[in-house]
Nanobody, 118 residues
């Protein structure tokens, strides 16, 4: 496993933007999956965005964030980003970074709180 450290969360007004960062202690250039999940109070953890297949860098998003969120990677910095624009109160949650390497080496970050409120 690798250590994942998220940052960038905070309080933002509706319509605002935040960029989450997830720094890995190990290389991510060949990771099978790079993803962001979120968990709101009283709800199950859900997949928000992912990058799969390192060579193709195919991205996927849950419907509720399509067109607003963008997942990206910087292999040189071993960092995964989640750019979140046009934030809504329903985006309020703890956001977790998730990395799978070598097919079965799974790592989770500790989470970063995002609160969207006026």
């Amino acid at each position: 496993q690798v250590q994942l450290v998220e940052s960038g969360g905070g309080l933002v007004q509706p319509g605002g933007s935040l960029r989450l960062s997830c720094v890995s202690s190990g290389r991510i250039f060949s990771a099978n999956v790079l993803a962001w999940y979120r968990q709101a109070p009283g709800k199950q953890r859900e997949l928000v965005a992912s990058i799969t297949n390192a060579s193709a860098s195919s991205t996927k998003y849950t419907d509720s964030v399509k067109g607003r969120f963008t997942i990206s990677r910087d292999n040189a910095k071993n960092t995964v980003y989640l750019q979140m624009n046009s934030l809504k109160p329903e985006d309020t949650a703890v956001y977790y970074c998730y990395v799978v390497r070598f097919g079965s080496d799974i790592s989770w970050g500790q989470g970063t709180q995002v609160t969207v409120s006026s």
